[in-house]
């Protein structure tokens, strides 16, 4: 049977936006993984030292923003222990939004993403609600349902700070129509933490847990663990490895029995994250290309698709949008 391609099942989670073309988290980025196919934009909330909640990849940023090479704010360089693994940079819990809005995003991985690191310095560093007026704005752009997915980025250790990221993003999602059945545009809420979800359910939004690939992480894969996770969330964002692992030789093995465990259980499966370069793909499926260069990827997402997936989590949300069009055509 065809499925309804105006809203395909399958959605397209753009991960911090289109971070294969732009620096990740910036309303650049988000813009056009909406354009290019996404249905989501994905966002990593952290908390300012004043309480509001701006985008970026973990707590540190000085690997995503500019504010290694700003002298005024040289003496901001500390260690923190986040769960357990010390870390030395700068963290936005020691900055006002005030000061965080002098920043400009860079690229994460310029080596892997050198015309990305082109565009260092372009881009301010976003807030929760400028990404919200954002997603409604693509909304009403491009005709069709524009949603946002953040995740509470290390909550234990905001929490820790006395900057509890729960409380803000309630707030915020109710004064901007985001809560309850019906939102303004869709929600989903993430975490890798049972008990920031827990404390999210009043809003009434499908909450997703995410499930790293260590063994910390087993007890939740299993059919007993999935039937406990359904009682505070409504699906699952496992690392692509639980549901369609590479073999030693790197080729895509057999699916596991994750997505079908999972949907028993009445959870949505969304992996991450689908990239595009040589260097993140299963050696079987890279180019002749060196690590920065595209490889076979459409053969990646076609495994996970059969495999049943609901959403995937993707830094090429084309890419996705394209491979999802011809399995849609094809099934």
Same mark, same amino acid.
């Given at each position: 049977?065809?499925?309804?391609?105006?809203?395909?099942?399958?959605?397209?989670?753009?991960?911090?936006?289109?971070?294969?073309?732009?620096?990740?988290?910036?309303?650049?980025?988000?813009?056009?993984?909406?354009?290019?196919?996404?249905?989501?934009?994905?966002?990593?909330?952290?908390?300012?030292?004043?309480?509001?909640?701006?985008?970026?990849?973990?707590?540190? *940023?000085?690997?995503?923003?500019?504010?290694?090479?700003?002298?005024?704010?040289?003496?901001?360089?500390?260690?923190?222990? *986040?769960?357990?693994?010390?870390?030395?940079?700068?963290?936005?819990?020691?900055?006002?939004?005030?000061?965080?809005?002098?920043?400009?995003?860079?690229?994460?991985?310029?080596?892997?993403?050198?015309?990305?690191?082109?565009?260092?310095?372009?881009?301010?560093?976003?807030?929760?609600?400028?990404?919200?007026?954002?997603?409604?704005?693509?909304?009403?752009?491009?005709?069709?349902?524009?949603?946002?997915?953040?995740?509470?980025?290390?909550?234990?250790?905001?929490?820790?700070?006395?900057?509890?990221?729960?409380?803000?993003?309630?707030?915020?999602?109710?004064?901007?129509?985001?809560?309850?059945?019906?939102?303004?545009?869709?929600?989903?809420?993430?975490?890798?933490?049972?008990?920031?979800?827990?404390?999210?359910?009043?809003?009434?939004?499908?909450?997703?847990?995410?499930?790293?690939?260590?063994?910390?992480?087993?007890?939740?894969?299993?059919?007993?663990?999935?039937?406990?996770?359904?009682?505070?969330?409504?699906?699952?964002?496992?690392?692509?490895?639980?549901?369609?692992?590479?073999?030693?030789?790197?080729?895509?093995?057999?699916?596991?029995?994750?997505?079908?465990?999972?949907?028993?259980?009445?959870?949505?499966?969304?992996?991450?994250?689908?990239?595009?370069?040589?260097?993140?793909?299963?050696?079987?499926?890279?180019?002749?290309?060196?690590?920065?260069?595209?490889?076979?990827?459409?053969?990646?997402?076609?495994?996970?698709?059969?495999?049943?997936?609901?959403?995937?989590?993707?830094?090429?949300?084309?890419?996705?949008?394209?491979?999802?069009?011809?399995?849609?055509?094809?099934?």
């Amino acid at each position: 049977m065809r499925r309804n391609k105006q809203l395909p099942h399958i959605k397209i989670i753009s991960h911090r936006g289109a971070s294969g073309h732009r620096p990740e988290h910036t309303l650049s980025s988000y813009t056009l993984g909406a354009r290019y196919g996404g249905d989501f934009i994905e966002v990593d909330l952290v908390s300012t030292k004043d309480g509001h909640l701006i985008a970026r990849h973990e707590p540190e *940023i000085g690997h995503t923003t500019d504010v290694a090479s700003r002298p005024e704010f040289a003496d901001r360089r500390g260690t923190r222990t *986040i769960d357990g693994v010390e870390v030395t940079g700068f963290f936005a819990e020691d900055f006002t939004l005030e000061e965080i809005r002098t920043l400009r995003a860079v690229e994460r991985l310029p080596s892997v993403r050198p015309d990305n690191a082109a565009h260092d310095g372009d881009y301010p560093v976003p807030t929760l609600v400028e990404i919200i007026e954002l997603a409604k704005a693509l909304t009403r752009e491009l005709g069709r349902p524009i949603g946002v997915y953040p995740e509470t980025k290390h909550p234990a250790h905001h929490a820790s700070a006395g900057l509890g990221l729960e409380p803000p993003l309630i707030r915020t999602l109710r004064e901007h129509g985001l809560a309850g059945p019906e939102p303004e545009v869709p929600v989903f809420l993430q975490s890798f933490e049972p008990e920031s979800l827990k404390k999210l359910g009043e809003l009434r939004l499908p909450r997703v847990l995410l499930i790293g690939a260590e063994e910390r992480w087993a007890p939740f894969t299993t059919r007993e663990g999935l039937a406990g996770v359904a009682a505070f969330a409504d699906a699952i964002g496992p690392d692509k490895s639980l549901v369609v692992a590479v073999t030693e030789d790197g080729e895509l093995g057999e699916p596991t029995s994750l997505v079908a465990d999972a949907h028993d259980a009445g959870l949505l499966v969304h992996p991450y994250t689908f990239r595009s370069e040589n260097h993140f793909l299963p050696e079987s499926l890279r180019s002749g290309g060196g690590p920065t260069a595209y490889g076979a990827f459409a053969a990646e997402y076609e495994a996970f698709f059969a495999a049943g997936v609901d959403g995937v989590f993707t830094d090429h949300s084309r890419h996705a949008f394209l491979a999802r069009e011809i399995f849609l055509d094809e099934g």
